[in-house]
């Protein structure tokens, strides 16, 4: 689908909410499409305390094979286009649900990471964080305190980083537009920041439970339409 013309301006002020599947062209699967990480595993035994906790080498030899896969993957022209449209409008939030650091490398600034990082290793005894993207051999991985180390991702049930939910409000209502791409917005409070939006620019291949509601509901990837939107 083509995208409308003249949506943004250099005096626009945008935020954007990003999924899972703005990483889907870059080879990285998604939650819960086909073929998503929740078709084939039980969330609630790789991503929550409780199921770390049960066992950990279990959930971090999950976790490294993701870690390996993410590594050998690029960013997309999806990713890019975001980091373009940074440089062209007058105020830029990028709201990311990912933990993949794609929109990092694609040159994104401003962003917010409200489900963590999964390159963050962090100290379950000292609580030290330190960002390792090395091969982890030996799992579960130890800190140099002798404390067990965990991914510096936010499992369900658990708070978003401190701060991280207050300033993506911020940006989204203070934005003309709001960017929705690659998210099912089925998980909360992240799909509440859309509600907040005064106009909102969906890009799903696939219907959510907010396409009705989008100002614009694009149906494609974003690959194809995140680029289409730089073209005024
Ligand atoms: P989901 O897997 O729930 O949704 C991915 C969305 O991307 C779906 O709506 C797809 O239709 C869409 N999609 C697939 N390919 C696409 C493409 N090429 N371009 C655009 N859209 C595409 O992933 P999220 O919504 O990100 O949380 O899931 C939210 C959270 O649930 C994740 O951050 C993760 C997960 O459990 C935690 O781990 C805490």
């Known amino acids: ?16 909410l990003t999924g899972a599947g703005v990483s889907a062209e870059s080879g990285i699967p998604t939650f819960r499409s086909n073929g998503g990480y929740w078709n084939q595993h039980r969330f609630e035994d790789l991503a929550t305390p409780e199921g770390f906790f049960s066992d950990p080498k279990f959930v971090w030899i999950w976790y490294e094979e993701r870690r390996r896969a993410i590594a050998a993957a690029r960013p997309n022209a999806g990713h890019e286009a975001l980091a373009e449209m940074e440089k062209r409008v007058a105020a830029f939030t990028l709201i990311t649900q990912n ?9 994104s600034k401003n962003v917010i990471k409200l489900h963590g990082d999964i390159w963050t290793l962090r100290c379950l005894k000292c609580g030290r964080e330190r960002v390792d993207r090395s091969e982890l051999n030996d799992l579960p991985p130890f800190c140099a305190c002798g404390g067990m180390l965990r991914p510096g991702v936010v499992w369900f049930g658990e708070m978003l980083p401190e701060g991280a939910m207050e300033r993506a409000t911020a940006a989204v209502r203070a934005a003309d537009v709001l960017i929705v791409a690659g998210t099912s917005a089925q998980v909360y409070p992240a799909a509440g920041l859309i509600t907040m939006a005064r106009t909102v620019i969906e890009i799903n291949p696939e219907a959510t439970a907010f396409s009705d509601d989008a100002t614009y509901s694009l149906r494609g990837t974003s690959a194809e339409i995140l680029p289409q939107l730089l073209l005024d």
């Open 1 to 16: 689908m083509q995208a409308p013309t003249g949506l943004l301006k250099p005096s626009s002020k945008v935020a954007v």
């Open 99 to 107: 933990v993949d650091g794609l929109h990092d490398l694609a040159g």
